[in-house]
């Protein structure tokens, strides 16, 4: 059983930043890739960031020049450094962890920026 934990949202003004992090635990065989998707109100949850295969990131337009992500292999933990933030990013951001053979998701952070 595979379990993401995520921590580090909250509410911040338009211009600040957070950083959100995301552990994974239990059987993880493999990991073709891990990062961040986020839902708004009403939307579809749409990617934000990927880390695949350990190397190369990809991000979404949106947020390109403004949010980094990383990770740490050995520990199995993916960061996103959130600058600049817009009262557009305001969403649920969850964890996604990308196997062999399914994806698995975190439970969701809550991200909240006023104008």
């Known amino acids: 059983q595979v379990q993401l934990v995520e921590s580090g949202g909250g509410l911040v003004q338009a211009g600040g930043s957070l950083r959100l992090s995301c552990a994974a635990s239990?059987?993880?065989?493999?990991?073709?890739?891990m990062g961040w998707y986020r839902q708004a109100p009403g939307k579809q949850r749409e990617l934000v960031a990927l880390i695949i295969s350990g190397s190369s990131t990809t991000y979404a337009d949106s947020v390109k020049g403004r949010f980094t992500i990383s990770g740490d292999k050995a520990k199995k933990t993916v960061y996103l450094q959130m600058n600049s933030l817009k009262p557009e990013d305001t969403a649920v951001y969850y964890c996604?962890?990308?196997?062999?053979?399914?994806?698995?998701w975190g439970q969701g952070t809550q991200v909240t920026v006023s104008s």
């Open positions: 239990g059987s993880i065989f493999s990991i073709n890739a």
């Open positions: 996604n962890l990308q196997g062999s053979s399914r994806y698995y």
